[in-house]
Structure formats: structure tokens, C-alpha cells
């Protein structure tokens, strides 16, 4: 037999057991035993004192399932601060944004206006003219056209004729 007709047979013998449970999982899990959570979490209730329920022989110090008056705030078992105690960060207050010259604002105008209008006309069943078509058209492309040129990713003016790396 061929190593080519081998590997064949093991592809097919792959393929056929595709949809078929693991002779190694128990219970159908396609995980072992030991990663199996058990059904209910063992649950521990300490009193008020810090002591176990039932510690000093008395059943009746364990809180009622669902009643959380007997039991101690972890904060105080554990010793660790409570959260109102912790310190958190606060940001600072952001800067103020930057006031935009009157050109650019007109672009942001256009750039959102054109459309708008649009849409409002097309929503309101407005009949359109087809210079205040054009006009809607003109202000997008132009407040578009406008934002682009002034965004200015150019080099900066005194940059020298070498742009390369500085070492």
C-alpha cells in the first residue's frame, strides 16, 4: 500500500466519524469530567461575628435561602475597603473645542444642509425645482470640496527642502 492511499484511507475514516460523539467523553460532553461544573456551588454563609454558621452547634445561626440579613458584608470579612472608601479617578474637565473660523463652519453647513434638505423634500412630497436640485447637490460637493482643501496635512512651511528622518 502507497503513503498516498494510506493518508486517503485516514481522510475518509476522518470524514465519516465527523458527527459522531468521542469514544473518550463521558455524558456526551465533548469535555473532559473534570472541566464539569457540579450542579449547585457550594455555598458558605458567614454570621455576623465573622463565625461559620453553625460553628458553635447551632442550626438556627444559618441565614434562610434568599435572606441576606445574617450575612456579613464581604467588605468587613475580608478587610478589604468598601467601595465608597476607594479612591477613583476623575478626569479633568476636557478642553474647550476649538472655535472654527466662519468658512469652515459654512462648509460644515453645506457639506450637512444639501442632503438634508433633500431628504426633508423627499420625505414631505415637496416638488423640486431643478435649480434648488442643484443647488442641494452644488452645496454638498462644494462644503465637501472645501473641508478637504483646507484640512491642511501638508509639511509644515518651515520644513526646509529635506523631509526626511532627523537622527
Same mark, same amino acid.
Given at each position: 500500500m502507497? @503513503?498516498?492511499?494510506? &493518508?486517503?484511507?485516514?481522510?475518509?475514516?476522518?470524514?465519516?466519524?465527523?458527527? &459522531? @460523539?468521542?469514544?473518550?467523553?463521558?455524558?456526551?460532553?465533548p469535555?473532559?469530567?473534570? &472541566?464539569?461544573?457540579?450542579s449547585? @456551588?457550594a =455555598?458558605?454563609?458567614?454570621? =455576623?461575628?465573622?463565625? *461559620?454558621p453553625?460553628?458553635?452547634?447551632?442550626?438556627?445561626?444559618?441565614?434562610?435561602?434568599?435572606?441576606?440579613?445574617?450575612?456579613a458584608?464581604?467588605? *468587613?470579612?475580608? %478587610?478589604?475597603?468598601?467601595?465608597?472608601?476607594e479612591?477613583?479617578?476623575v478626569?479633568?474637565? @476636557?478642553?474647550?473645542?476649538p472655535?472654527?473660523?466662519?468658512?469652515? =463652519?459654512i462648509?460644515?453647513?453645506a457639506?450637512f444642509?444639501?442632503?438634508a434638505y433633500?431628504?426633508?423634500?423627499v420625505l414631505? %412630497?415637496?416638488?423640486?425645482?431643478?435649480?434648488?436640485?442643484?443647488?442641494?447637490?452644488?452645496?454638498?460637493?462644494?462644503g465637501?470640496?472645501m473641508?478637504v482643501?483646507?484640512?491642511?496635512?501638508?509639511?509644515?512651511?518651515?520644513?526646509?527642502?529635506?523631509?526626511?528622518?532627523?537622527l
Open positions: 502507497t @503513503p498516498q492511499s494510506d &493518508e486517503d484511507e485516514v481522510w475518509r475514516q476522518i470524514v465519516a466519524s465527523f458527527n &459522531e @460523539p468521542s469514544a473518550d467523553t463521558a455524558d456526551g460532553h469535555w473532559p469530567d473534570s &472541566e464539569n461544573l457540579p449547585e @456551588p =455555598r458558605r454563609a458567614l454570621g =455576623r461575628d465573622g463565625d *461559620e453553625g460553628a458553635g452547634g447551632d442550626a438556627a445561626d444559618a441565614p434562610a435561602a434568599g435572606d441576606l440579613t445574617g450575612v458584608d464581604p467588605a *468587613e470579612v475580608t %478587610g478589604a475597603p468598601a467601595e465608597d472608601e479612591g477613583h479617578y478626569p479633568p474637565p @476636557p478642553p474647550p473645542l472655535k472654527a473660523d466662519a468658512s469652515t =463652519r462648509a460644515w453647513a457639506l444642509g444639501g442632503p433633500l431628504l426633508l423634500a414631505l %412630497g415637496w416638488d423640486l425645482q431643478s435649480w434648488a436640485l442643484f443647488a442641494a447637490v452644488a452645496a454638498f460637493i462644494g465637501f470640496v473641508l482643501v483646507r484640512k491642511g496635512d501638508g509639511p509644515p512651511g518651515d520644513s526646509g527642502w529635506d523631509d526626511g528622518a532627523v
